[in-house]
């Protein structure tokens, strides 16, 4: 193990950069920061400058923690950032050390930025000084040469079922939609969770009685490419292959299964993604979907993989994540790998796009899990805004996707400025996308959904959270506080006002579609 001790003020010059090999790198601070930029673990993972006077907040939730944070630092006394932090000292003048290797992690424990790699391991290390967007640029480059970047300069427009429709998804309801978008020019219709059935085999369920190749046939037959969801490195205990391959699953140290947290599936477990079976299935589950003829391909829950425990292959967590993505690229040929839920700086090089914050949703803000569980990764447009911004730095490297837009004015609690920001995210990052069915669209929205498709804006940064397109003023602002509360609401109480939210803006409306149809 080698800690290397720097003095900042050997870091004056503007613009100034080392690159250093050492375990664990310390810089002693002459000066309390102003503010901390934590960045997430995974595409859901709270990224943003924090306040350092603000302790970490632990997310309440036990099922939320295991799927929206790191698990090893899920309780650090200090902020911990993934595999890049910085401290802002003044104005323009930002202090960042970036991991050039997996594992990395960043503290800031009183007036010392720390940078470590997990296990002691030994790697390379940037420390730069400067201003903000110079010392990304320049950790970003170098991110480049270590790990690659994306096949594509521009990300296809999309349309995802997920967001009107979520699970209850069957043939005829998508091929109305997908007939319903005519001519809107859609690079790829994306089906979602739900086509498939509950073996765990990845196989087309009852809704999609012609099977998955025949829907994609049809998708094509539009000019467009089809797209499919799959996670692959989760299982849930009512899969056929949870209980025909128990070797397959991920152990702790007592040989309990690990827990990947809890989805709309119910409580899920990571597979063992070092274990040579679990590779070869892994191949052959890509080769199977991409046979079909889906070649926009979204690979969700994807931190699963990357979780703590002992694994068939004793190697480090972040390495076996990348390995295992490779066999899938590898698997995938030339079809597009969006990454979703997924350590960021192990994925780069291997997917074409990522998804950088959590999930949007047709309202603003859940207060019960946000708030009241301390959860700033949970579902909702202020949470998926907040993070994406802080993450437009990684836009040379892959395709930033935030999610999706909203364009519809039925089943939308969004106020008009809040769409609006949502929207102009989508144009900054380039990432076009929208689940809106339809049927939904007013004949204005229709045109706007156009527009905003074939548009090519100019994007001017300004500051921080401050843009311009097409000359036109945009703030995010609103969307970086971190709300809070000193209510100590009882977390079932908390989970069960939040669930009754997401059912009433997105479940019954979805179910209605779904049944009229």
Request: proline fraction near 6%; charged fraction near 25%.
């Amino acid at each position: 193990m080698t800690t290397l001790l720097l003095d900042i003020d050997a870091l004056t010059e503007t613009s100034c950069h080392q690159i250093f090999t050492a375990s664990r790198v310390d810089l002693k601070l002459t000066q309390p920061p102003k503010h901390f930029f934590r960045h997430g673990w995974q595409s859901w993972t709270l990224t943003t400058w924090l306040d350092p006077s603000d302790p970490p907040l632990p997310i309440r939730s036990p099922e939320f923690r295991a799927k929206d944070e790191d698990p090893a630092y899920a309780f650090h006394k200090n902020h911990v950032s993934a595999w890049v932090g910085a401290v802002e000292l003044a104005e323009d003048d930002i202090l960042l050390v970036g991991a050039l290797e997996l594992s990395g992690r960043v503290e800031l424990s009183g007036y010392t930025l720390k940078g470590f790699y997990e296990d002691n391991l030994e790697g390379e290390w940037l420390v730069a000084r400067g201003k903000e967007d110079e010392v990304f640029a320049k950790y970003t480059s170098l991110l480049e040469t270590k790990f690659g970047k994306t096949r594509f300069d521009k990300p296809p427009r999309v349309w995802c079922s997920w967001y009107s429709l979520f699970k209850w998804i069957n043939e005829p309801i998508l091929i109305k939609a997908l007939h319903g978008l005519g001519d809107l020019p859609f690079d790829v219709f994306q089906i979602d969770d739900g086509w498939q059935d509950n073996s765990g085999h990845w196989e087309a369920g009852k809704n999609f009685p012609a099977g998955m190749a025949a829907f994609a046939e049809k998708v094509k037959a539009t000019g467009r490419a089809a797209g499919i969801w799959l996670s692959p490195f989760i299982v849930t205990p009512n899969l056929k292959l949870f209980h025909e391959h128990p070797e397959w699953i991920l152990r702790d140290e007592k040989g309990d299964f690990v827990s990947a947290g809890m989805n709309w599936t119910g409580n899920t477990y990571a597979l063992d993604i070092t274990h040579p079976e679990v590779l070869d299935w892994l191949d052959k589950l890509i080769r199977k979907v991409v046979g079909w003829g889906y070649n926009y391909l979204k690979l969700d829950f994807l931190y699963a993989g990357a979780g703590i425990g002992k694994r068939y292959n004793d190697i480090p967590r972040e390495e076996a994540y990348r390995n295992a993505l490779q066999v899938m690229r590898e698997a995938a040929g030339d079809a597009y790998i969006l990454a979703c839920g997924a350590p960021v700086i192990p994925s780069l090089g291997l997917c074409d796009g990522i998804r950088v914050g959590p999930d949007v949703s047709n309202f603003w803000l859940n207060k019960a899990l946000t708030v009241w569980l301390n959860n700033p990764n949970d579902t909702s447009t202020q949470n998926a805004i907040r993070t994406s911004i802080h993450r437009l730095w990684l836009k040379p490297l892959v395709n930033i996707d935030p999610d999706v837009m909203y364009f519809r004015s039925k089943h939308n609690a969004l106020k008009p400025h809040e769409n609006q920001l949502l929207q102009d995210l989508g144009t900054i990052t380039g990432f076009k996308a929208t689940s809106d069915l339809p049927w939904w669209w007013k004949p204005s929205e229709v045109e706007k959904v156009r527009e905003f498709l074939e548009s090519d804006r100019t994007v001017q940064k300004k500051r921080r959270y401050e843009f311009q397109i097409d000359g036109r003023e945009v703030d995010f602002s609103p969307a970086i506080p971190i709300p809070t509360s000193n209510l100590d609401f009882p977390v079932w109480l908390a989970k069960n006002l939040g669930l009754m939210k997401i059912v009433r803006h997105q479940v019954l409306p979805a179910i209605w579609e779904s049944m009229r149809r």
